[in-house]
């Protein structure tokens, strides 16, 4: 892995279309909409990446910012097409998705490793040939059983839940100018160290 990469561009993971804007497994695009409203970044259809795009500016760094309208088991077509055509290297990419294995409000930052079941990540490993991408992990819960789960991450989060991981996100916000310029242990610290 390179030391000390600044991230260039930000996957949101999800579903398009609106029976499944509010479901757990979009809790990727849910980051990457907080970070284009905190921005002023506009979503523009893209066909050449398969999904929407933006491009915001933060603290001086220009981010590509996309949600592919692949759905979640295709998403590696979108993340491929983007990172070719602005020549990014998977260490620049960060991917934002749902955790099944951490609670609501609860996110953490994974550099590198396997797809730990997430078709998302699966596709993108794929397509990509390479594991060396960050990941954003935006815990949702887990069901209790793995044959609960596809059910349960297709489905909207309680009142409660949405309250937690909306609160999660805010703290990953905060964290993007460090990513941007590769200051990744102050950003491990930030969101890792918190109560």
């Known amino acids: 892995m390179v030391e000390q990469q600044g991230i260039r561009a930000i996957v949101g993971l999800g579903n398009p279309g609106s029976r499944y804007e509010r479901t757990r497994h979009n809790a990727g695009f849910w980051f990457v909409e907080a970070l284009a409203r905190a921005h002023h970044g506009s979503w523009r259809e893209a066909r050449r990446f398969h999904g929407l795009h933006a491009r ?100 909207q989060a309680s009142r409660d839940e949405q309250t937690a991981m909306e609160a999660a996100i805010d703290e990953a916000l905060a964290v993007m100018p460090w990513l941007l310029a590769g200051d990744w242990d102050r950003a491990f610290q930030r969101l890792h160290t918190a109560a």
Request: charged share 20%; proline share 6%; glycine share 14%.
């Open 56 to 155: 915001v500016t933060i603290d001086g760094r220009d981010v590509h910012l996309l949600k592919p309208t692949t759905y979640m088991n295709h998403s590696g077509r979108a993340v491929q097409a983007l990172a070719g055509f602005y020549r990014l290297g998977a260490p620049e990419l960060l991917l934002a998705h749902d955790e099944i294995d951490l609670p609501p409000g609860t996110v953490r930052l994974k550099r590198g490793g396997g797809h730990g079941g997430h078709n998302g990540l699966r596709d993108a490993v794929k397509a990509l040939d390479s594991r060396e991408f960050a990941r954003l992990r935006i815990g949702v819960g887990h069901p209790g059983s793995a044959e609960a789960v596809v059910p349960y991450v297709l489905s």
